[in-house]
């Protein structure tokens, strides 16, 4: 029960690597907001954490490309617990488009708002509260695509590579208040999206990594766990590949 007390907030936490992590952090006592656009999914993970684990679990929607929305969810969470201790920016989006020069603004604008604008709002916000408070840990969910950007994912790509650079960025900014900013950098999971890659897709991303497969949701949790603990004490500013050694 490392985290019990402790107020765990995940983005995107209502599926996937995001839902993986609020059961993970809740099975180790913390209380967990989950946080999404829709707010019957996100109730549904809020229930099952409270049920299976005891802990209070807040489920809020929550748009992250929408600075307001945004600036609602960490009024909500304070309102209701009074403090954050783990900020977990897992939201993340990037719909397939025909060909880069068909890109249009408002496409583009919502990859950046999900990836990069929505998680500098809230570690910038919640980190200063953190910073006033005494301490936090902040964790960035980001992608191989960050340093091996492919056609397909121009845009997500590079809101990625800018959340590396935020990562550390905001471990400077905030380090001597001891909020500590950390990022996975995630290799192909098997999570939704995965749905919809084709048979040669899966394939491809299989055959790219060292352990010859992609990694599973639950796969996550360990460095989430890891870089939110007090055994990550002496580190931030680190970017984690979670990839299955891909090459």
């Known amino acids: 029960m490392e985290f019990d007390g402790k107020v765990v907030?995940?983005?995107?936490?209502?599926?996937?690597?995001?839902?993986?992590?609020?059961?993970?952090?809740?099975?180790?006592?913390?209380h967990v907001v989950v946080a999404s656009r829709k707010l019957?999914?996100?109730?549904?993970?809020?229930?099952?954490?409270?049920?299976?684990?005891?802990?209070?679990?807040?489920?809020?929607?929550?748009?992250?490309?929408?600075?307001?929305?945004?600036?609602a969810l960490i009024d909500s969470v304070y309102q209701q617990f009074g403090q954050v201790d783990v900020l977990v920016n897992n939201a993340g989006l990037s719909p397939l488009y025909p060909s880069v020069d068909q890109i249009t603004e408002a496409y583009f604008d919502k990859v950046i708002g999900v990836n990069l604008k929505g998680p500098f709002r809230l570690a910038s916000v919640i980190g200063a509260r953190m910073a006033a408070s005494g301490g936090g840990s902040i964790v960035n969910i980001s992608s191989i695509e960050a340093i091996r950007p492919d056609p397909t994912a121009i845009p997500y790509a590079a809101a990625k590579a800018a959340l590396n650079n935020l990562t550390e960025g905001l471990a400077q900014t905030f380090?001597?208040?001891?909020v500590r900013v950390n990022a996975i950098q995630c290799g192909p999971f098997l999570t939704d999206i995965s749905n919809a890659w084709?048979?040669?897709?899966?394939?491809?991303?299989?055959?790219?990594?060292?352990?010859?497969?992609?990694?599973?949701?639950d796969e996550i949790t360990g460095a989430a766990l890891y870089f939110a603990s007090e055994r990550a004490s002496f580190?931030?500013?680190?970017?984690l590949r979670l990839d299955g050694g891909v090459r």
Do not use: I, Y
């Open 175 to 178: 380090g001597s208040s001891g």
């Open 235 to 239: 580190c931030t500013g680190a970017v």
């Open 40 to 71: 019957d999914d996100c109730q549904v993970v809020a229930k099952a954490a409270e049920a299976m684990h005891g802990r209070r679990a807040l489920a809020v929607p929550c748009n992250v490309s929408d600075w307001a929305q945004c600036d």
């Open 198 to 217: 084709t048979d040669e897709m899966r394939v491809l991303f299989d055959n790219q990594a060292a352990l010859r497969r992609c990694g599973n949701p």
């Open 9 to 30: 907030v995940v983005t995107g936490g209502s599926r996937g690597m995001g839902q993986e992590m609020v059961r993970a952090f809740a099975a180790e006592g913390a």
